[in-house]
């Protein structure tokens, strides 16, 4: 995996170390990701890996409840500022060995995936299935292209997390730079 000390110093170094809040790239991702959700309403929701809480602003508008984690105490700080909803739970924690109890409809792994090894991102995926409501979804979006600290790219993530009979794809969405998939129970 990624060493946690990276992600530490990034958001040391910066408010907003991938311009999230900023790039119209992002925006225009976030708004493809919640046209992509098959539903407009979902009960409970969890998005880990939520940074500063912007796609986690949006994602509030369409759930009942949301879990919202991050290992990085700086990023939920902010994420807490921007998301100020009593729907909204925000914790500190790290997936796959944080991931909370209990079923949720909507799983969102949002550029993600990539900083866990191989063996963790098998352990999501088993996380994910066995959390996931019988008629939930389970949203991926990730970069496709190598970066320097990234295990595998985002293609590699979802074929990962398509592996086997148990999922269906019901949304797939691909372009010269990220991949969105949206998954259920088969
Ligand atoms: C590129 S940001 C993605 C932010 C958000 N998901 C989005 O798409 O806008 C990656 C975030 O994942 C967090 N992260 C890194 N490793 C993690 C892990 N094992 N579990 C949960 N979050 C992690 C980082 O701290 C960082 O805030």
């Known amino acids: 995996m990624t060493d946690p000390g990276y992600f530490e110093q990034l958001y040391a170094d910066s408010d907003d170390p991938w311009q999230l809040a900023e790039r119209h790239y992002e925006q225009r991702k976030y708004d493809l990701t919640l046209a992509a959700l098959p539903r407009v309403r979902y009960g409970r929701a969890f998005e880990p890996g939520c940074s500063i809480g912007v796609l ?4 509030a508008g369409h759930c009942d409840e949301l879990v919202a984690t991050d290992p990085v105490a700086k990023a939920l700080e902010s994420a807490q500022a921007t998301v100020d909803a009593p729907h ?4 500190r ?6 991931w909370p109890d209990g079923s ?9 995936l990539y900083y ?3 063996p963790e991102r098998l352990e999501v995926r088993a996380a994910a299935v066995r959390s996931l409501a019988p008629h939930g979804h389970l949203v ?4 496709r ?3 320097e600290v990234a295990t595998c790219t985002g293609d590699q993530a979802h074929a990962e997390m398509r592996v086997g009979d148990d999922l269906v794809a019901v949304v797939e969405h691909v372009e010269t730079d990220f991949r969105l998939d949206v998954l259920a129970h088969a």
Do not use: K, N, Q, Y
Request: no cysteine; charged share 20%.
């Open 104 to 112: 949720f409809d909507l799983i969102v792994l949002s550029e993600l």
């Open 140 to 143: 991926l979006v990730h970069w």
């Open 56 to 59: 986690t602003r949006l994602l």
């Open 145 to 147: 292209h190598p970066f």
């Open 93 to 98: 924690g790290r997936v796959p060995d944080d």
């Open 116 to 118: 866990l090894s191989a």
């Open 88 to 91: 909204v739970a925000f914790g």
